[in-house]
């Protein structure tokens, strides 16, 4: 069965803080992983990872895949308040269908 | 460009009765998605059609649930009879191949 696990579950961190949300993954024919960012409402798509060693970058998120390894991260620097969210990884798999896998979710709160 | 419209944004009705989620996809997205998020099991997908198709409803709970999608501009997803258990959000979403799925803000249920 295709998985996708995502730690910490959750996270409390000051403003100004780096943080690292981690997300690995077991799946039939992988084609790629995203990331979402989730407030209270609808996720909204971060980045999409298809290559190993190939970094997104997004202002003060970026992230990378291993597919070696069966895992991504999502970086973010100088955290702001603004940043609270879950975030949500996801993976395409089983071949040529468009089904996403979706982890739990990372909940990251920012203190001022 | 308006993105995925769903309706209605809430939903509190008794058990037993029906309930009927809609949505309107992204003009142009060729698939369409409708997932449940919960707590306890974060966000699962029910169904998804390509092209007005269903392609893979192995998702879909019970046979309480059905979703339709009669034409490119509009989906439904119906539970009938409702259940307590069946309280969540419901997001619908659109994509196409591997691109990145667009959510829409979803329908939060309660059932009473």
């Known amino acids: 069965e295709d998985k996708v696990v995502q730690s910490p579950l959750s996270l409390v961190v000051h403003e100004g803080d780096t943080v690292t949300l981690n997300c690995s993954y077991e799946?039939?024919?992988?084609?790629?992983l995203l990331w979402y960012k989730q407030e209270k409402k609808a996720p909204t798509f971060l980045f999409m990872l298809t290559s190993s060693g190939i970094e997104k970058k997004s202002g003060r998120l970026s992230s990378i895949l291993d597919k070696k390894e069966l895992f991504s991260i999502l970086n973010i620097t100088a955290t702001q308040t603004g940043d609270s969210a879950v975030y949500l990884c996801?993976?395409?798999?089983?071949?040529?269908?468009?089904?996403?896998?979706f982890g739990k979710g990372t909940k990251l709160t920012v203190n001022p | 460009d308006a993105g995925v419209i769903q309706s209605p944004r809430h939903e509190v009705t008794e058990m037993g009765q029906e309930v009927t989620l809609r949505c309107k996809p992204i003009?142009?997205?060729?698939?369409l998605f409708w997932y449940r998020q919960t707590m306890m099991r974060g966000l699962e997908l029910l169904i998804y059609?390509?092209?007005?198709?269903?392609?893979?409803d192995s998702g879909m709970p019970e046979d309480r649930f059905s979703a339709k999608m009669p034409n490119a501009s509009f989906s439904t997803l119906k539970i009938q009879p409702s259940e307590p258990r069946d309280s969540a959000v419901y997001f619908c979403?659109?994509?196409?191949?591997?691109?990145?799925?667009?959510f829409g803000d979803g329908t939060r249920l309660s059932i009473l």
């Open positions: 996801a993976v395409f798999a089983q071949g040529g269908s468009e089904k996403l896998v």
């Open positions: 059609f390509n092209n007005n198709v269903p392609i893979d």
């Open positions: 003009s142009g997205h060729n698939s």
């Open positions: 799946v039939t024919n992988f084609r790629s």
């Open positions: 979403a659109t994509g196409g191949g591997n691109q990145p799925q667009h």
